[in-house]
């Protein structure tokens, strides 16, 4: 039985003793009194850990769903998830926003790479309204500065010639972060992107990029944030892909493997990218 479940058989039980119970004739008028608020007080409390257990096993099924469609490459399941957390609009708490920031994020991404602007071009605007709600209440948020920037670089990869006004607060936007928090995991991320994506003319640099990609890693590893985490696979997925732009085969592969060994079930690598490195490496 999970604890959702403990917590909500215990809710039926409790309620059924307050209705069965019956207080003994030498029990007076005042002790029943005190009773009873005693116990309406601890059923209140036992309300309130049920609300919260209930809240917290929602966000862990985004959670969960989130990591299934990015090792199955279910991009229909991806934007389902979103579009159930805009719907039931639980957004609000900080961390929520951070939540769904971070599905857009990796959505819109995709998005862009398939050359599907209008649709990844609705979804910024809404992920640009939580970051800055993000930042009104928290205002030196690493992370959140690092995806304001994430985000006006998307707009450049849907419209490249923004690139001459949003490149440069973009790039401050990042290195805001990474001056705010140096082992902040998605500032790291976003700056190795900067990198890696930039063209050198604006000083895009892949072997730099690597550098700030691997100590994401680190950072991760050390944090012990890797568990059911696309975020981290998807990172070692960039690692691997640096490697083989620079013609490090060997330790493309040994970077393909581990993610094999992290999640066996994502096809997509074990199917795909691992056997045509190897192809590669035998040609």
Same mark, same amino acid.
Request: glycine content about 4%; overall charge positive; some cysteine.
């Given at each position: 039985? #999970?604890? +959702?479940?403990? +917590?909500?058989?215990?809710?039926?039980?409790?309620?059924?003793?307050?209705?069965?119970?019956?207080?003994?004739?030498? =029990?007076?008028?005042?002790?029943?009194?005190?009773?009873?608020?005693?116990?309406?007080?601890?059923?209140?409390?036992?309300?309130?850990?049920?609300? =919260?257990?209930?809240?917290?096993?929602?966000? @862990?099924?985004?959670?969960?769903? =989130?990591?299934?469609?990015?090792?199955?490459?279910?991009?229909?399941?991806? %934007?389902?998830?979103?579009?159930?957390?805009?719907?039931? !609009?639980?957004? /609000? &708490?900080?961390?929520?926003?951070?939540?769904?920031?971070?599905?857009?994020?990796?959505?819109?991404?995709? *998005?862009?790479?398939?050359? %599907?602007?209008?649709?990844?071009?609705? *979804?910024?605007?809404?992920?640009?309204?939580?970051?800055?709600?993000?930042? $009104?209440?928290?205002?030196?948020?690493?992370?959140? +500065?690092?995806?304001?920037?994430?985000?006006?670089?998307? %707009?450049?990869?849907?419209?490249?010639?923004?690139?001459?006004?949003?490149?440069? $607060?973009?790039? /401050? #936007?990042? !290195?805001?972060?990474?001056?705010?928090?140096?082992? !902040?995991?998605?500032? *790291?991320?976003?700056?190795?992107?900067?990198?890696?994506?930039?063209? @050198?003319?604006?000083?895009? /640099?892949?072997? %730099?990029?690597?550098? +700030?990609?691997?100590?994401?890693?680190?950072?991760?590893?050390?944090?012990? $944030?890797?568990?059911? @985490?696309?975020?981290?696979?998807?990172? *070692?997925?960039?690692?691997?892909?640096?490697?083989?732009? &620079?013609?490090?085969?060997?330790?493309?592969?040994?970077?393909?493997?581990?993610?094999?060994?992290? $999640?066996?079930?994502?096809?997509?690598?074990? /199917?795909?990218?691992?056997?045509?490195?190897?192809?590669?490496?035998?040609?």
């Amino acid at each position: 039985m #999970c604890q +959702y479940d403990r +917590y909500f058989h215990a809710l039926i039980y409790r309620t059924r003793f307050l209705t069965d119970f019956k207080l003994p004739a030498m =029990i007076q008028k005042k002790q029943y009194m005190e009773w009873s608020n005693f116990t309406q007080a601890k059923f209140i409390i036992l309300l309130v850990l049920l609300s =919260i257990t209930s809240a917290a096993f929602s966000e @862990s099924s985004y959670k969960n769903n =989130i990591y299934s469609a990015f090792i199955t490459h279910d991009m229909a399941k991806w %934007e389902n998830v979103i579009h159930t957390i805009e719907t039931a !609009n639980v957004t /609000n &708490t900080l961390d929520q926003k951070l939540e769904l920031i971070n599905y857009y994020y990796g959505y819109i991404g995709w *998005l862009i790479g398939k050359k %599907e602007f209008k649709k990844a071009g609705k *979804l910024i605007p809404k992920g640009q309204k939580l970051i800055r709600q993000v930042l $009104e209440i928290s205002p030196k948020n690493a992370t959140a +500065y690092s995806f304001k920037g994430s985000f006006l670089g998307f %707009e450049i990869g849907i419209d490249k010639y923004k690139a001459i006004f949003l490149g440069p $607060e973009s790039r /401050n #936007c990042i !290195n805001k972060a990474l001056k705010l928090e140096p082992l !902040n995991m998605q500032a *790291l991320i976003d700056k190795g992107n900067l990198l890696y994506y930039s063209p @050198s003319v604006f000083g895009g /640099n892949k072997q %730099e990029a690597l550098k +700030y990609f691997l100590k994401g890693i680190k950072v991760m590893e050390r944090n012990k $944030e890797i568990n059911q @985490s696309w975020v981290y696979l998807n990172l *070692l997925t960039m690692i691997a892909s640096v490697y083989e732009d &620079t013609h490090k085969l060997e330790e493309a592969k040994l970077i393909y493997e581990k993610i094999m060994h992290n $999640e066996p079930d994502i096809n997509w690598v074990k /199917n795909g990218l691992y056997p045509n490195l190897l192809a590669k490496i035998k040609a």
